[in-house]
């Protein structure tokens, strides 16, 4: 409780950035006209207080969004956004397909296949083999 | 497929003992009364083909599969088995708690907080600080 | 018991075009070249033995299934029939992004933010503001 | 719409028979305190409107509801009650088991591990060999 | 963020005991051990930021929590202290029940029936009658 | 574990043929860019180990997958591929529809519909009568 809510806000913008570059600022934006108020607890709450937390690092804390999000398999955009994020903190396209399959295991094929999916497709935005392991 | 079944079995075996101790090879004997084949698949399949796998490192690997399991909800007992895992390869029981805490973003905070039940009691009866950072 | 079938069909087709307008009946005449009797339990039970209960008020039973689907995240479309429904029985636009919010807690951002994304094209297609509070 | 309500509970009540012997009716017995219309629909909807239904035969019916009760993972009583009905209407206990183990793939490694707990335990209490072919 | 922290989790504190009566409190005391961060959060972000909010009355919040958790199914201790929350607040036990009932047709009967089953455990707790309107 | 896996690999080979015609090995090429072994598991383990067994016939297993996939609702072009691959190894449309029917019991009417969107989807690209009994 002793961080305030400008803190708050201001450590959540530098993570958010920190992970989804521009993209997660576009996705705070565009909501700012139907709830902004879930917006700032986008900034404030989930990158701010969870984030941007020091327990974990942050290509660990990539590979744990983007495993649960392949298991739910009901967040494509979400998704995406992640993994995205992992390689912007620094995992490796093989890092990321790793965490994918491994949800064929824990929540089945068809999780994982739509996790390829949309690993492909950030691949291929991005121009990266999927394959390469740096 | 140039790796033998034998070969998927023993590798298997391996990483079944290195993640879960005894527990998991107690898990995959009582599956053999009533369903053999899936037994084997456990440690042929799930250890040796998947969890075996060099490209992400098992500290990893738990992380995802807490993260996972977590986010999903319906196993509980499993969550247990990888909660000891991740302890068991060198995770702390302060990374395991934050990927915990980090689902209450991306499934909500019942989700979490029947992950930190499940810690708390692995904490328990392992013994070990919730909250130690080694 | 003591309702008949006509009186089923009766109640759930005025309880259809109160919640839905003429989409609901769209969206059960579309279903009558694959599934008949499936179209007849819409009307018959969803609608005539469910929705039309007089036990709570038509507002809150179109807020709980925008909540529900909102926290499953696997049915998107039914999910914007019923925030058309939620307005179309008196339901302001805040009061159903507020109900949407608050899934963010129970069921994660990702769950949230699509329901969102959801409220956001119907409140676009009916032309209203989505911080009107009337 | 032919069919009258009185209709649909007696075509209920039999099927309900055929498949879930005295316990079904204990269970609709037991909700009438609760929610007496509720266990009207058990039988009237559930299983006049839908389980009776000659499409598809009785052993497939108990069959796709065990497939899908160990893919959602969230009700393992009703999981117990259509194993035990799917021996009752002539399934084999290797035939549920076949079903359970598939949902390895579709659903994940523990949703399969704890529908085989609840085979396990209905074979138990049956006293039916689990890989009885017959 | 014009809110300070001390102000969002004094307004979470009043939000938290006017829903769940003494029980909420427990559950985030309960948490401090393990994840002291994660109790403030229930009481600054989930009660401070979004329950206290004024745009939906507090009733047809708790609805919202009851129907997203009985569909869910994956949260029955949740269920429960919002099933209590909604009596707290002024819904009856009718209410509950119809939100629950209401289930049945978007997540399915055996999610309904695992919500009556928690609705009843909390009425018989109270000593309420499950089918007083008032 | 007698099986070796060139013996795995052709038998899943088979059985994926006769499921999924020429579409299965199409979805496994496209992934052989991404994640090769994970191409290689539907092969060898899903379609090998799992879907090749004799304990339950082919007609049985793709309903109960639709089942399955109907009820978990995250996984439409899966459930497309088992909706063909039902009337590829002898189910008839009605069938599948009953199949999917019967999830609105088991989990809920959307998932139900978003079922039957899909099998329409089939049917016609098929050419075949939705309502056929054979």
Redesign the interface.
Known sequence: ?S????D??AAGLVTLKSITGSSGEA?VDS?K???P??A???V???YG???A?P??DK???Q?????????????S??LKVHINGALNVGCTP??V??????????????????G?VA??EV?LERGVS??S?Q
């Open positions: 409780m961080t305030s809510n400008t708050r806000h996705v909501l006209d139907i709830a108020d879930f700032d607890w986008i404030a709450f989930a207080d969870v984030m937390r327990g974990l290509s660990t804390r590979i744990a969004t983007i495993a649960a999000l392949t298991a739910l398999g009901t967040a955009a979400q093989l890092q397909t790793e965490a994918i399959l491994q949800m064929a295991v824990y929540a089945g094929f068809p999780a994982a296949i739509n390829l690993a492909r691949f999927p394959l392991p």
